[in-house]
């Protein structure tokens, strides 16, 4: 199982930035995938989940309208559109998998977890 997460970089204050996530070594559209994130001396945090079919996400209260999640079943891509960056986003970014269709938000609902990819929100 491999999830290979990139798409980070710095970025100025109210910038965007688009992650992608590419899945192998399961059955990608059988699972659930999710966003968390964790900066320096923090708890892991969830950022956004969305079932399989794609049909419904949820995301944390700190990024509700300004991230997007997103996946596409025929790449076995996740995607999260990052808009309206703050520095209080800059964190390591991960993908993650879990089994089954409905909303997961707590980071031990996940089997399988990527890297990280580093995001920094700096002017």
């Known amino acids: 199982v491999q999830l290979q997460a990139s798409g980070g970089g710095l970025v100025q204050p109210g910038g965007s930035l688009r992650l992608s996530c590419v899945a192998s070594g399961f059955t990608f559209n059988k699972y659930t995938m999710g966003w968390f994130r964790q900066a320096p001396g923090k708890e892991r945090e969830f950022v956004a989940t969305?079932?399989?079919?794609?049909?419904?996400?949820d995301y944390g209260d700190n990024v509700k309208g300004r991230f997007t999640i997103s996946r596409d079943n025929a790449k076995n891509t996740l995607y999260l559109q990052m808009n309206s960056l703050k520095p209080e986003d800059t964190a390591v970014y991960y993908c993650?998998?879990?089994?089954?269709?409905?909303?997961?938000?707590?980071?031990?609902?996940?089997?399988?977890w990527g890297q990280g990819t580093q995001v920094t929100v700096s002017s």
């Open positions: 993650a998998a879990g089994p089954g269709g409905y909303i997961r938000v707590g980071p031990y609902e996940y089997d399988y």
């Open positions: 969305i079932t399989w079919t794609g049909g419904t996400a």
